[in-house]
Each structure stands twice: as C-alpha cells, then as structure tokens.
C-alpha cells in the first residue's frame, strides 16, 4: 500500500512539475501582439500599490487583466499608456 502512495506522489509531482514548466513556455510564447506581460506582483510594484488597489483598479475597469494559465497578467503598453494619461 505505501509503495503505491509513493508511486502515485512521483507521478502527481512530475506532472504539476511539466504543467508548471508548460504554463511558463506558454507566457513567454503568449505575448499579445508582441506586448511584454507583466504578473500581479510587477504591475504592482510598478505602480507603487497594493494588490487590493490592483484588484480596485481590475474592478473598475481602469486596467484590463489577461487571464492565463490561471494566473493574472497586465500588458505592459496598457500600464504605460495609463501613466502617461495620468501624468
């Protein structure tokens, strides 16, 4: 009964480690229109704020997510172009 524990566990780890690697082969492949993406975490970074104030901002239609692969991206000629029209 452990041996099949076990043996399940490697398996169920090479996969979610081959999706991982997938998920990252696809963003860098997935670049709408030739547009740089950037995560959660670098748009918020980018602008000095917090998730919750990204998340606002999602909400709110002032910044338009990409959903892919499950995680959340921002172009980064969307997030330029929103701070040139704000300056």
Same mark, same amino acid.
């Given at each position: 009964m452990e041996f099949f524990k076990e043996?399940?566990?490697?398996i169920e =780890?090479?996969?979610d480690d081959k999706l991982n690697q997938f998920e990252c082969k696809l963003a860098e492949m997935y670049?709408?229109?030739?547009?740089?993406?950037m995560t959660? =975490?670098?748009t918020a970074e980018y602008f000095g704020v917090s998730l919750g104030t990204l998340n606002n901002w999602s909400k709110n239609g002032i910044l338009v997510p990409i959903n892919f692969g499950g995680r959340v991206y921002y172009t980064r000629n969307e997030i330029q172009a929103k701070l040139r029209l704000a300056s």
């Open positions: 043996f399940f566990k490697t =780890d090479l996969i670049k709408p229109e030739g547009k740089e993406l959660r =975490d670098e």
